[in-house]
């Protein structure tokens, strides 16, 4: 009769455990307090509003509740090449800037901030191409959110526009974004564009329908890396504002 090496089945029996345990977990950036998140859906009706399903649950932000408005500008970014930004160098840096056009749902920004943005508060922006030209923003806004139709979303291959989900605390945040990573099986949809002339410019009115997979890029290592986060379903923005 063979003997059975009793120490040994036990320890392959633990690390086929610590295995299992440790290969499951899923990763999340948020802190602790948002590991779990619960959103909500203010009762009421509201001429803004996002809504869709995050983590199978349904979300909502509304324009006029919560904080909530509606936020239409330009974005600047400015690429690098490398970790640091030299400033004061030569033109070729112009090659770098880019501008876009955003749409945001997000809590409303003033000097007392945090009389109006709780700990981690979600928001939501839809951001169009980039281009390095500086222009007006009836320039941009009709460029790219001036006709209905199917929009482009970016993916790891090229350029387009960008869906985004935000958690703010005060002057920072986190964001996850559909930029530069796999979007196989997402959509982005303008089904109404409505303009209106107005005594102070020129009235918006947009409605966007989509879904999309959200990501989150990991620092830390020589090449900054895309890990999934979740998936906007269902998702349904309608927007109004002056330009």
């Known amino acids: 009769m063979k003997c059975i090496d009793f120490f040994r089945i036990t320890g392959m029996l633990i690390a086929l455990a610590l295995a299992t345990t440790t290969g499951c ?3 999340n950036p948020l802190p602790g307090s948002l590991q779990e998140i619960e959103y909500t859906c203010p009762e009421g009706e509201a001429v803004s509003y996002f809504e869709g399903i995050i983590d199978e649950q349904l979300a909502c932000f509304k324009a006029g509740m919560d904080n909530y408005q509606v936020y239409a500008a330009l974005q600047s970014s400015f690429i690098t090449n490398g ?11 112009l ?4 501008i876009g056009a955003r749409i945001a ?6 000097n007392e901030m945090k009389t109006f943005i709780p700990e981690y508060t979600p928001w939501i922006s839809i951001l169009s191409p980039k281009e390095k030209k500086s222009d007006s923003e009836i320039y941009f806004f009709e460029k790219y959110f001036g006709e209905k139709g199917e929009l482009s979303l970016g993916n790891e291959t090229s350029e387009g526009y960008t869906i985004a989900l935000h958690y703010s605390e005060y002057f920072s945040g986190i964001t996850f974004s559909t930029d530069g990573a796999n979007q196989e099986g997402s959509y982005l949809l303008l089904n109404k564009v409505k303009k209106t002339p107005v005594d102070n410019g020129l009235q918006y009115d947009l409605e966007f ?8 890029t990991r620092t830390g290592s020589h090449y900054p890396e895309k890990v999934y986060y979740t998936t906007i379903e269902d998702g349904r923005m309608s927007v109004s504002f002056v330009l």
Not at 95 to 98: L, M, P, S, T, V
């Open 83 to 93: 970790p640091t930004l030299e400033l004061g160098g030569t033109s070729d840096s």
């Open 209 to 216: 329908e989509f879904s999309c997979k959200l990501y989150y």
């Open 25 to 27: 977990k899923k990763e």
């Open 95 to 98: 090659d770098n800037f880019r």
């Open 105 to 110: 749902l997000q809590p409303r920004v003033t």
